[in-house]
């Protein structure tokens, strides 16, 4: 055990408390037994160690005995190891790189699309909307959420120059943000329960048109592929469920 540099005040310190008294009380230790810890005038015993891991699960229990490692460690909740373990065994080796960005991409945006829901519910309860609408409000809202995700990730792979041979068109990365802005726009009005699109667009010329039709094509076209895919590797999943039960 490491005493000469203050191993209590240290751990204190990077545990980010206030005072050793925060430190006693969360660890249910005395403060008489703490100060001479501290002082060095006493080693810790097995309870007095155990207490501090308990009070402070990311304590480093290889520190606390030898004063060797880092102070603090990464400790991982059950639902960080329940993904991390269902990564490693069920997608890691999935060897289709459009399936992984897809699951990527939506894990990002699960967070956003959560706190979204969140607060189209709260609104829906500010303004009295009856279940039955609030749930076309989800449908809608799920949808499109959807859709940001698939455009999102069309736009990451679009490349940013070279030539109609390596597959740059030019003004496409624009098209696509103005896709992507657009269901953003539809978002945030379904979000606020907006039925009535008050927002003055300006008037879309025919070539506006035939381009943002073909770029919806493309779109619709990802998310066939993606679920395609999806439903192709969910019965892969089955079936090797289905062996190991067997």
Not at 6 to 35: H, M, P, Q, Y
Not at 137 to 165: C, D, W
Request: glycine share 4%; proline share 2%.
């Amino acid at each position: 055990m490491a005493n000469e540099n203050n191993w209590v005040k240290i751990l204190i310190d990077k545990l980010e408390l206030s005072t050793t008294a925060e430190f006693c009380r969360k660890a249910d230790l005395g403060r008489g037994l703490v100060d001479k810890l501290s002082a060095g005038e006493n080693q810790p015993r097995f309870d007095t160690l155990k207490k501090i891991k308990d009070a402070f699960p990311k304590t480093n229990l290889n520190w606390l005995i030898s004063g060797v490692g880092e102070v603090l460690e990464d400790v991982k909740d059950d639902a960080e190891i329940k993904l991390t373990e269902l990564y490693l065994s069920k997608l890691k080796s999935v060897e289709n790189p459009r399936f992984k960005n897809y699951l990527l991409a939506s894990i990002e945006h699960f967070a956003q699309d959560y706190t979204e829901l969140e607060e189209m519910e709260n609104n829906a309860k500010a303004q009295l909307v009856t279940d039955k609408d609030l749930m076309l409000f989800h449908m809608e809202l799920l949808f499109f959420q959807y859709r940001r995700r698939i455009v999102s990730n069309t736009l990451k792979q679009a490349p940013e120059s070279g030539s109609l041979l390596s597959g740059f068109v030019p003004g496409r990365i624009e098209k696509i943000t103005e896709l992507l802005d657009g269901i953003n726009r539809k978002i945030l009005k379904t979000v606020n329960l907006v039925t009535d699109d008050l927002v003055n667009i300006p008037e879309e010329t025919e070539q506006d048109v035939a381009s943002e039709t073909s770029l919806d094509e493309e779109v619709i076209a990802d998310e066939r592929r993606n679920l395609t895919e999806l439903m192709e590797y969910g019965q892969k999943l089955e079936k090797s469920n289905s062996d190991e039960k067997e």
